[in-house]
């Protein structure tokens, strides 16, 4: 039911994440801004109720802080990470950020290391970032994540989106005190499902049979997801079914899945 829009009254925070809490009945928003995660009722006013965030996350640089939330009404665990550091397009760097767990209540439960990919660029760039704005928790405990290159050249000709979709397996906790530089680190174990351009983010449907998931793609990556399925090299286990234009298209994952899924 659309019930319009809602507002809180309060100024704004950049945010970013949602995630709903059937439990309560409630939505959780995350603020790139505030660096925080709260709670709202479904008038859209603060219930008063905020995820109780380490206080690591508060050395995020604005904008370069929490976006990605998702949650699992199954593992009963709410997830978000930092977007990214700062970077740039000429370094190759691979991201380290940190996964941050809560339970119902709202209460931190554990972070994980996570070490996204190189990004595609080495040229000089106008803007460029590079980081994970999107988690989908599944129901076995891992988590599909979304890492997202975005380039703009000097001339804005060539710009892109890459994206990069990942399962990934928490494993092996930090605490807080922990240093990503360390060589010792241990990362998340994570297996590329596809990669695309120009994906605004995954989002996500269990079927009744729950053996199904369907990420959605914008009618902007049309083509180039009919190449992908279309393509020998893509898993058979890739249902190919494209919706007609302007519909998006849906790309069904379907169990079982080899290493993921």
């Known amino acids: 039911v659309n019930r319009g829009f809602c507002s809180s009254q309060l100024a704004n925070r950049d945010g970013e994440g949602i995630a709903y809490l ?34 690591i996350y508060r050395k995020a640089d604005r904008n370069l802080g929490f976006e990605a939330l998702g ?32 339970d119902e209540a709202l209460k931190p439960i554990a972070q994980y290391a996570y070490l996204t990919d190189a990004p595609l660029s080495t040229r000089t760039s106008a803007l460029f970032a590079m980081g994970v704005p999107t988690i ?19 001339a804005k000709l060539g710009s892109y ?3 990069r979709l ?5 494993d092996t906790p930090l605490t807080s005190e922990d240093c990503l530089n360390r060589d010792d ?21 269990r079927w009744p049979a729950g053996d199904h998931l369907c990420v959605r793609l914008a009618r902007s990556v ?20 494209a919706l007609p234009h302007p519909l ?10 080899p290493q993921f899924l």
């Open 22 to 55: 059937p439990v309560s009945q409630t939505v959780l928003i995350s603020g790139e801004a505030d660096g925080r995660i709260l709670e709202y009722d479904p008038n859209g006013q603060l219930t008063h109720r905020e995820a109780e965030v380490p206080a």
């Open 71 to 102: 949650y699992n009404a199954d593992t009963h665990r709410v997830w978000t990470c930092n977007d990214g550091p700062r970077s740039d397009s000429r370094n190759g760097a691979r991201n380290r950020l940190r996964f941050q767990s809560f």
């Open 136 to 154: 989908t928790p599944l129901s076995d405990g891992s988590l599909l994540v979304l890492e997202r290159e975005f380039y703009v050249s000097p």
């Open 161 to 163: 989106v890459n994206c």
């Open 166 to 170: 990942f399962q990934a397996w928490p």
């Open 185 to 205: 680190v241990l990362y998340m174990a994570k297996h590329l499902l596809t990669r695309l351009r120009h994906v605004p983010g995954p989002t996500s449907d």
């Open 222 to 241: 049309l083509r180039g997801a009919q190449r992908l399925v279309q393509d020998p090299c893509c898993p058979p286990e890739i249902a190919r079914r």
């Open 248 to 257: 998006p298209i849906c790309l069904v994952l379907r169990r079982p899945f």
